[in-house]
């Protein structure tokens, strides 16, 4: 008999292939059902077919590593089909039995079929994932290595600006502090990009975080981009604690929030304002960075509101749009949502909401 256990296929397959696998236990349960079925029929003189029951035999061939295993066990059940027919002795109405037989090993041989096609089907699968996850890997990997090659370069490039404009002109500040923006809006695309390709080997942790104190600290991160700008950072007055617990992931949180206020303080004008809030209502938690631009696209919010995020050519430019996916992917990953809407008057507001802890 061939090595008992389910096949393995390499990557995340088997994570998929796990919802339509029968359980373990069912697999000697069937053994057992069919030698009980074979006893019987050797024991007894009549036409009853008993040789249908080992076509669920057949069928937990899937369970073997062995390919092969699928027609020893086929043969296996037709030798059983054949020695019930002339056991314990010759019955007059063989005719009979020879045609319920016949019907027993046709049933057996198209159970090996289906199953000899879903095994197929089965390692076709297991190739293609393996493939697509070796072109992810690839696609990762040139990824880091190009934002290393540009990183490099673009750090360097910052610090000679932030340099020359120390000693520059006035009117050749102005030019410059315009070119670090982009050259610090670049970085930031990269880090994001980065993060989406690599999102799944964030490791995101389900514990109590306290929303107010990362929504403190990266408004305070955020003030010397928006001072550059001259734009006022405006928070909410400090929740009593435990009033912004919630469930949620630290390092995850405080990354949405980040792009969240890089992107409300890319559209406000100078002279503007962000606003960051936090709220608890209704069992969750909800944190809300509001800027004084000229708001998102109606595209943009409700592709927020209908829970997925595109990005396309008309989003990228004016909203940072590789920061809002990056955002939406891990607030679902959260078990939160990122939700936005258009001001009355002006602006916008996008909000994250975590359950409560």
Known sequence: MPELGPPEPDGKLSSKIAAWRFPRWLVPAIYAISGVAFVEDICRDNTLAYGIIYAPLVATA????????????????????????????????????????????????ATAIFVRHARDIQDRLAAETRRAEAAERIKTDVLTNLSQEIRTPLHTLLGVLSLTMATSQPEQREALGRVRRDGKQLLATIDNLLDL????????????IDIATIARDAAEGARAAANERQINIALSPDRQPGDAAAIGDSWAMRRILDNLLANAVRLTPPGGTVSVSVARRAGTVTASVSDTGKGLSPRLTQDLRADSLETGEDALPATGGTGLALSNRLARAMNGRLTAYNQPNSGATVSLSLPAA
């Open 197 to 208: 390709t690599q999102i799944e080997e964030h490791q995101l942790k389900r514990q109590t």
């Open 62 to 109: 899937v369970f073997h590593k062995d390919r092969t295993g699928l027609w020893v066990i086929t043969g296996i059940a037709c030798l059983m089909v054949v020695i019930g027919t002339f056991l314990p002795v010759f019955s007059p109405d063989m005719p009979d039995m020879i045609g319920n037989r016949i019907l027993s090993i046709l049933a057996i041989l």
